[in-house]
């Protein structure tokens, strides 16, 4: 059973930045492509990122290209969420999630792309 654990989540002022992991066990990260969503209070979960098994090939939403960066370390088994000039408006819970499907930027930038999710991390950027 495939199990991924957020962690990294913080309390930060405007401008500044995070590193967030995605742990996986139960099964090799390799395996799976991934993603970062996120769900802010009141609104609906979003997508942030995804990134293929390999690693080579990435996404993101508008809202955080250029700020964020997805990555990921098979042989740690996990992905990371580096985030720069964060905003106030980035404030949420974020999540990881992982399919067994090969990379698709279409289809794995949608939430019923994805069959594992994690608990969430909280990320709350004060203005």
């Known amino acids: 059973q495939l199990q991924l654990v957020e962690s990294g989540g913080a309390l930060v002022q405007a401008g500044g930045s995070l590193r967030l992991s995605c742990a996986v066990s139960g099964r090799t990260a390799s395996s799976y492509t991934m993603a970062w969503f996120r769900q802010a209070p009141g609104k609906e979960r979003e997508f942030v990122a995804a990134i293929s098994m390999g690693g080579g090939r990435t996404t993101y939403a508008d809202s955080v290209k250029g700020r964020f960066t997805v990555s990921r370390d098979n042989a740690k088994n996990t992905m990371y969420l580096q985030t720069s000039s964060l905003k106030p408006e980035d404030t949420a819970v974020y999540y990881c999630?992982?399919?067994?499907?090969?990379?698709?930027?279409?289809?794995?930038?949608?939430?019923?792309?994805?069959?594992?999710w994690g608990q969430g991390t909280q990320v709350t950027v004060s203005s």
């Open positions: 999630a992982a399919s067994q499907a090969l990379y698709n930027s279409v289809k794995h930038s949608k939430q019923n792309g994805y069959g594992y």
